[in-house]
């Protein structure tokens, strides 16, 4: 056996090191002549009047990622310890991955650069064609009333969370703008603002459309003292101070006083003043365990003194309140309740109150800081972040409404995410039959565009690409396009995606959130082109996606506050009959009381009410006005039995409507298709799928073109490989071209899991 000497070890790690730099030089210079190839191919594309904004995007992300796998090849040891930072296989393969990530870069630009040229050489030769895309004058977005839009034609953006304002970033990448604020601006009780925040505004350039970050992490040092030591509370959420406290309101006044008229109408607050960043105000206690849940803390006296005024508005006596209860309070004065609230006591009237006022008083501090802004600016916006998953999955002890704050916000404000690979933890059940989670983007969206038709919906801080907890580093592109097309679809209007945490020269910043950095956007040149190219292809068709925004939502779910209060798998159930409609190509949405009452019923079809025991007298009684009225309402045995408190409900008359009894979802499902086939409400198209699953996986969207043609947007979520049947009104004689590449393609289509496909339908 040959002794490996030490010397002899020397020689393998330098010639392993030679092949590395040699393998690394070969992918770098294979790069930058593909970009010189690529040039001169734009040159013959241009003389042949082919529009090459997608090629010149290309480009520019290939450079922007050699100089980003440069840096990641003079910084092996920082990238191991961001990937050190990651739970599961980031953490255990951290070297490895570090080592490999520059060349890995660089495959994924050289395999770019190969489908920019070959695409374009299709184009040159005419075997494809492209439609006309415009690039974007930022400085001429302009926002209407449920959309963006550029030279009278709508138009969607896109940017990323820290993204260095340099032009090579900001030309092909986006262009968000926006100015941030807090609390700790304000130097002294008398309201004073930080000379320098008010120099910062007045010198700031005004060319793109941006935001206003309101941030309510820290406040002065000085407030502590003068509202008292419990003034900061809970900091281990976005907003770290007493929302009751009356000093809250005057340091947002104060604030808000000196800015504001500052910020009026400037463009970079075009899309509004965010009024919070992912609030959440958990208050619930689990005493099996040992810890507070995520995120739940405590509330001040300030909070517990309006709950006690809050239960004397909602409950007149203090009898009334003993009864439900089961208390023995002298008057309301006394009330005393623990808070945290234990989750045991879920469903109990006291759990009810609790959850309920906290809704209230969230949206009452949100509802202040709209009225504030525009005292100072009538015509200014407002949106909230809001986490959509905090309505689509079960819990309510969070604080938030979602509908009132959708309601009262001019923009309609979100942070939607959709997971696709979780890095720890473990299954969970989507992951049987989907490629990725689309429950929170899909449904979160329906809700939102039921509750606010009519506004622009921004994605402040988008999370399909990573989570902390969902990514990947090999995360396949069209996954990219899947979501952001399906999201487009659904109502999404501008995004800025999480995240950016490099310079611009590749550097990562060390004030990033660096446990999020490994395995995100910026180590991922395909997925970040693929961004790219999605946002030209939405704006060459931003007419029929926005018509896909607008679409009328025949069926409409019920959907009660009350019952997802007290019950604690509401959302689960719901969200089974949402899925079993959610791939017949017929737009579905939400209506709640406030809905039926304020919006006109003719903008839907059927409602169904499934599983829905606990609601409110004045839910039964806008669902009996709708019957009154003529409507047609589904309905299963397990629904509008009990109020609030658990109490006996009313019950429906169906009057002048039409009221059916069914039990199953199937059942539910095949009567809403037959009253939709009635009405003629349904697609003109239809679509047959098989796949290995045995489950349906492809959502679907039609609407019809300037020319009277079906445009249809097929996305396959599925875990499989989805066989497609396309049918026309029974009408065979049709051919499907695909509206992006101009080409005729099969009406038998097999799409691969994350795969979309958008064609018009042309009758022979």
């Given at each position: 056996m040959m002794k490996i000497t030490l010397?002899?070890?020397?020689?393998?790690?330098?010639?392993?090191?030679?092949?590395?730099?040699?393998?690394?030089?070969?992918?770098?210079?294979?790069?930058?002549?593909?970009?010189?190839?690529?040039?001169?191919?734009?040159?013959?594309?241009?003389?042949?009047?082919?529009?090459?904004?997608?090629?010149?995007?290309?480009?520019?992300?290939?450079?922007?990622?050699?100089?980003?796998?440069?840096?990641?090849?003079?910084?092996?040891?920082?990238?191991?310890?961001?990937?050190?930072?990651?739970?599961?296989?980031?953490?255990?393969?951290?070297a490895k991955l570090a080592k490999d990530l520059p060349?890995?870069?660089?495959?994924?630009?050289?395999?770019?650069?190969?489908?920019?040229?070959?695409?374009?050489?299709?184009?040159?030769?005419?075997?494809?064609?492209?439609?006309?895309?415009?690039?974007?004058?930022?400085?001429?977005?302009?926002?209407?009333?449920?959309?963006l839009s550029l030279n009278n034609k709508p138009i969607f953006i896109n940017d990323y969370t820290w993204k260095p304002k340099t032009k090579e970033l900001t030309e092909f990448h986006g262009d968000i703008d926006g100015f941030y604020i807090a609390p700790t601006y304000v130097v002294?009780?008398?309201?004073?603002?930080?000379?320098?925040?008010?120099?910062?505004?007045?010198?700031?350039?005004?060319?793109?459309?941006?935001?206003?970050?309101?941030?309510?992490?820290?406040?002065?040092?000085?407030?502590?003292?003068?509202?008292?030591?419990?003034?900061?509370m809970r900091k281990n959420t976005y907003i770290g101070y007493d929302i009751d406290n009356p000093g809250g309101r005057k340091l947002q006044s104060d604030l808000f006083s000196e800015i504001v008229p500052r910020i009026a109408e400037k463009k970079f607050s075009q899309l509004g003043y965010m009024l919070c960043n992912e609030p959440h105000f958990f208050t619930q206690a689990d005493a099996t365990k040992n810890k507070l849940p995520w995120a739940s803390g405590s509330v001040s006296k300030y909070s517990i003194q309006k709950f006690r005024f809050w239960l004397q508005q909602k409950h007149q006596n203090i009898s009334a309140l003993n009864s439900l209860w089961e208390t023995n309070f002298i008057n309301f004065k006394d009330v005393e309740i623990e808070i945290p609230i234990d989750i045991s006591l879920q469903g109990k009237p006291i759990w009810f109150d609790?959850?309920?006022?906290?809704?209230?008083?969230?949206?009452?501090?949100?509802?202040?800081?709209?009225?504030?802004?525009?005292?100072?600016?009538?015509n200014a916006k407002v949106h909230v972040k809001v986490m959509p998953v905090l309505w689509t999955n079960n819990k309510r002890s969070h604080g938030i409404d979602l509908e009132a704050i959708t309601e009262l916000s001019g923009i309609v404000g979100?942070?939607?995410?959709?997971?696709?690979?979780?890095?720890?933890?473990?299954?969970?059940?989507?992951?049987?039959?989907?490629?990725?989670?689309?429950?929170?983007?899909?449904?979160?969206?329906?809700?939102?565009?039921?509750?606010?038709?009519?506004?622009?919906?921004?994605?402040?801080?988008?999370?399909?690409?990573?989570?902390?907890?969902?990514?990947?580093l090999y995360l396949d592109p069209n996954y990219a396009r899947a979501t952001f097309w399906l999201a487009h679809s659904y109502g999404?209007?501008?995004?800025?995606?999480?995240?950016?945490?490099?310079?611009?020269?590749?550097?990562?910043?060390?004030?990033?959130?660096?446990?999020?950095?490994?395995?995100?956007?910026?180590?991922?040149?395909?997925v970040t082109n693929e961004v790219a190219m999605t946002l030209i292809d939405l704006n060459s068709n931003a007419e029929e996606i926005l018509k896909m925004q607008r679409q009328r939502k025949p069926i409409r779910l019920f959907y009660s506050k009350t019952t997802a209060i007290n019950e604690k798998k509401y959302m689960d159930t719901l969200f089974g009959l949402y899925e079993s409609l959610h791939f017949e190509g017929t737009s579905l949405g939400f209506v709640t009381k406030n809905i039926i009452e304020k919006q006109d019923s003719k903008n839907w079809d059927v409602v169904?009410?499934?599983?829905?025991?606990?609601?409110?007298n004045d839910e039964v009684k806008s669902l009996q006005n709708y019957l009154n009225a003529g409507g047609t309402v589904i309905i299963d045995d397990k629904s509008l039995l009990k109020n609030e408190y658990g109490l006996t409900s009313l019950a429906l008359d169906e009057s002048k409507g039409t009221l059916i009894k069914l039990n199953s979802i199937t059942e539910i499902k095949e009567k809403t298709l037959a009253i939709l086939k009635e009405k003629k409400s349904l697609p003109e198209i239809k679509i047959e799928e098989e796949n290995e699953i045995g489950k349906k996986g492809c959502i679907w969207k039609v609407v019809k073109n300037e020319k009277g043609n079906q445009v249809l947007s097929i996305v396959n979520v599925g875990k499989s490989n989805a066989k497609l049947k396309i049918y026309l009104n029974e009408n065979t004689s049709f051919v499907c071209k695909d509206v992006i590449n101009g080409i005729a393609v099969s009406s038998t289509p097999i799409l691969k899991p994350n795969e979309v496909y958008f064609v018009e339908v042309i009758k022979n």
């Open positions: 010397k002899t070890w020397g020689i393998f790690l330098l010639i392993f090191f030679s092949l590395f730099k040699l393998n690394a030089q070969d992918l770098q210079n294979s790069a930058v002549s593909k970009i010189k190839d690529l040039r001169k191919l734009i040159k013959k594309a241009e003389q042949k009047n082919i529009n090459v904004l997608k090629e010149e995007t290309t480009i520019r992300t290939a450079e922007i990622f050699l100089k980003f796998a440069a840096w990641d090849e003079k910084n092996i040891n920082k990238n191991e310890q961001f990937y050190i930072k990651v739970k599961g296989d980031f953490k255990t393969n951290a060349n890995f870069e660089r495959k994924e630009i050289n395999i770019m650069l190969d489908k920019a040229i070959n695409e374009l050489q299709s184009l040159v030769d005419g075997k494809i064609f492209r439609q006309s895309s415009v690039k974007i004058d930022w400085s001429k977005i302009t926002l209407e009333n449920d959309h002294n009780q008398n309201g004073k603002v930080r000379p320098n925040v008010l120099e910062n505004i007045e010198n700031k350039p005004n060319s793109t459309p941006g935001f206003v970050f309101l941030n309510h992490k820290r406040v002065p040092k000085w407030s502590e003292k003068v509202y008292g030591p419990n003034f900061s609790w959850m309920s006022f906290n809704m209230d008083r969230v949206t009452d501090w949100f509802q202040f800081l709209k009225s504030e802004i525009t005292r100072h600016d009538a979100n942070d939607s995410g959709a997971e696709h690979k979780f890095i720890w933890g473990k299954p969970h059940e989507w992951d049987k039959t989907y490629a990725f989670d689309w429950r929170e983007l899909c449904m979160g969206f329906d809700f939102m565009k039921s509750v606010s038709p009519n506004k622009i919906n921004l994605n402040s801080e988008l999370h399909y690409l990573s989570t902390i907890k969902s990514r990947d999404m209007d501008a995004s800025v995606i999480w995240y950016w945490p490099r310079k611009a020269n590749g550097e990562v910043k060390p004030s990033s959130d660096l446990n999020g950095y490994g395995g995100s956007v910026t180590q991922q040149p395909r169904l009410v499934y599983n829905t025991p606990f609601v409110t």
